[in-house]
Structure formats: C-alpha cells, structure tokens
C-alpha cells in the first residue's frame, strides 16, 4: 500500500459534521465527476473512499447511492468503484457549488468555505479527488494534486497559501498538476487535514533523512579537510628535502630547523595542532599564524634552491 493510499484511508476515518462532508464533498466532485444519462457519477480507485462517498450521500441528501465495481485494465490489476447518485442531481450540485440549476458552472469562493475548518475540508475533498504524495522514504517529497481546470488549479493553490503552504501550478497534458516539493510544507499539509497517523510516520523518516544527510555532509566536509592536510603537509615536506638535500638543516636559522624537525616528526597533522604540540614540546608559544609564517618561509628557500 502506498503512501499516499494511507493518508486517504486516515482521511475517510475522521470524525465529521454534516458542513465538513459538504465542504468535503465540493472538493471532490469538483475535481472528479461526470454526468452520465442523467446519474452523477465519482470514480476512485480506493474502496475506503468509496464507502466514505456512500455514506455521506446517504447521510446529507437522503438518496439512493449504488457503488459499481469493476477494474482497470493494466499490469497492477487494480479495482475501481463508481459512486453513482441518480435522483437529486442537479440540487446537489447546486448545493456543492458546483452547477447552478441552468446548467452553468459555478466557480467556488470563499463565501461557500467561510471558515478554516471549511477550508481544510474542501482540501481533504481535493485531496481524495486527484491528490498524491511521495513516501518520505523515496528520494524526492512531492505532493500534488491533478485537475483538469486551470481556475479549479489556482484555487487550490490559493487556499494552500492561506495557511502558509507555498505551491507552484504547472501546465499537463491533461490538465493541470499543483504541486509542493518543499518537505517541511508537505508535512504542514498532513498537519492541516488531520492525517495525524501519517504525519508521525512523515516527520520520523524526514528526521532520520535530514539526520543522515547531515552526518554524510559532515564526513564529506571532514574528509575534505583531512585531504586538504595531507596535501598542504606533503607540500611542506617535499620542501624540507630540497633544503636538507641541497643545503643541509644545520645552514637555516633555529626557529625554521625547529618547524622542520618537528614537521618531519609530525607530518600528518594540521598547523592547529602542530603549534600545540610544539608549544607544549618546547615550553615556547607559538601560534597557528606564526606557524604558516615560517613555513612561507621554508617554501621561499625551497624555491630559491629549486631555481638555482
């Protein structure tokens, strides 16, 4: 079972009012219905959906209800579920904000949801309607809705930006995809319509992730680091040979025969922590800065040598 299927199932178990199913409801069937000889027909794949659609029609118009099996034709065999209603259709849709009685499209507002409640309502209905998300344990978070109308798309969007969820509309080939990829919004979303199950679930595998990603950001900045000691160490030391080979370590003044001896000593830690030592060896302070001051040195000679 997918992700997405889990949120849905959560969702057709939640505890609603009769406004919160109408709300629901106009979220659906706006985004998924068709008129077929008269019969309203809603079509999903999920049979929890189709239950929640039965009862709530039953339960808010008083009407007859019948639920059609069959199947899709594809590799995965999955079943599919018509919720036909066939008395009341154009008062429902009417009701729903959907159709007006002489047949013309309705386009939703803020007056039909004139609270938050509402809102999240008609997002769940969205949802139900053309709505995915990604399971956190996959590479990308993505959650999305479908519709076939740029208006219904826009309104969609609008009402995710009410409650701070930023989302972007772009155009399919059929229709159109909302859509949010930022996670900590996709989890503000599971949040909003009450997913509660599925939010411990979102947030554990998004720590963990973020956690894992951190500590690999970490070992990769730390391997940089020790690379990076290596090679300035290597440097240095390629350096010191040419003095000692071509001039000899007794012909440089003390301070530089002390940083040589103890780099040749030394030759796999930092400059922090060889000016430690040295400090601590020889009861002398030296800094870090000092240090790199007296390698420039050291690298100054190598080069005269080399030039010669």
Same mark, same amino acid.
């Given at each position: 079972?997918?992700?997405?299927?889990?949120?849905?199932?959560?969702?057709?178990?939640?505890?609603?009012?009769?406004?919160?199913?109408?709300?629901?409801?106009?979220?659906?069937?706006?985004?998924?219905?068709?008129?077929?000889?008269?019969?309203?027909?809603?079509?999903?794949?999920?049979?929890?959906?189709?239950?929640?659609?039965?009862?709530?029609?039953?339960?808010?118009?008083?009407?007859?209800?019948?639920?059609?099996?069959?199947?899709?034709?594809?590799?995965?065999?999955?079943?599919?579920?018509?919720?036909?209603?066939?008395?009341?259709?154009?008062?429902?849709?009417?009701?729903?904000?959907?159709?007006?009685?002489?047949?013309?499209?309705?386009?939703?507002?803020?007056?039909?949801?004139?609270?938050?409640?509402?809102?999240?309502?008609?997002?769940?209905?969205?949802?139900?309607?053309?709505?995915?998300?990604?399971?956190?344990?996959?590479?990308?978070?993505?959650?999305?809705?479908?519709?076939?109308?740029?208006?219904?798309?826009?309104?969609?969007?609008?009402? @995710?930006?009410?409650?701070?969820?930023?989302?972007? =509309? !772009?155009? $399919?080939? %059929?229709?159109?995809? +909302?859509?949010?990829? #930022?996670?900590?919004?996709?989890?503000?979303?599971?949040?909003?319509?009450?997913?509660?199950?599925?939010?411990?679930?979102?947030?554990?595998?998004?720590?963990?992730?973020?956690?894992?990603?951190?500590?690999?950001?970490?070992?990769?900045?730390?391997?940089?680091?020790?690379?990076?000691?290596?090679?300035?160490?290597?440097?240095?030391?390629?350096?010191?040979?040419?003095?000692?080979?071509?001039?000899?370590?007794? @012909?440089?003044?003390?301070?530089?025969?002390?940083? =040589? !001896?103890? $780099?040749? %000593?030394?030759?796999? +830690?930092?400059?922090? #922590?060889?000016?430690?030592?040295?400090?601590?060896?020889?009861?002398?302070?030296?800094?870090?800065?000092?240090?790199?001051?007296?390698?420039?040195?050291?690298?100054?000679?190598?080069?005269?040598?080399?030039?010669?």
């Amino acid at each position: 079972m997918s992700f997405a299927t889990e949120v849905k199932n959560e969702l057709c178990f939640l505890d609603y009012s009769d406004k919160d199913l109408i709300a629901l409801l106009s979220g659906f069937v706006r985004n998924n219905y068709s008129i077929v000889d008269g019969c309203l027909i809603l079509s999903t794949e999920n049979a929890k959906i189709a239950r929640l659609l039965f009862t709530t029609f039953k339960r808010i118009y008083d009407v007859d209800v019948i639920i059609n099996q069959g199947s899709i034709n594809n590799f995965k065999k999955k079943n599919s579920y018509n919720v036909v209603v066939s008395d009341k259709m154009s008062f429902i849709l009417n009701d729903l904000m959907i159709i007006d009685y002489d047949g013309n499209e309705i386009f939703i507002d803020d007056i039909f949801l004139f609270n938050e409640d509402l809102k999240r309502d008609y997002l769940r209905g969205c949802f139900l309607a053309s709505g995915s998300v990604n399971d956190p344990k996959t590479s990308r978070y993505h959650l999305e809705f479908l519709v076939d109308k740029f208006v219904d798309a826009k309104f969609i969007s609008y009402l @995710l930006g009410l409650f701070y969820i930023n989302s972007k =509309i !772009i155009e $399919r080939d %059929k229709g159109y995809m +909302v859509y949010v990829k #930022e996670a900590e919004k996709i989890g503000d979303f599971l949040r909003l319509i009450s997913a509660n199950k599925s939010v411990m679930y979102y947030e554990d595998i998004r720590i963990y992730r973020d956690h894992k990603n951190m500590t690999n950001r970490l070992n990769n900045c730390e391997q940089a680091n020790v690379d990076k000691i290596i090679d300035a160490s290597s440097k240095q030391i390629e350096d010191i040979n040419i003095i000692v080979d071509k001039l000899g370590i007794d @012909l440089v003044d003390d301070k530089l025969k002390n940083v =040589i !001896i103890y $780099r040749l %000593k030394y030759p796999e +830690v930092s400059l922090s #922590e060889l000016s430690e030592i040295m400090s601590y060896e020889t009861s002398k302070s030296i800094t870090k800065s000092g240090l790199s001051h007296r390698f420039r040195k050291i690298h100054e000679i190598a080069n005269r040598l080399r030039n010669e």
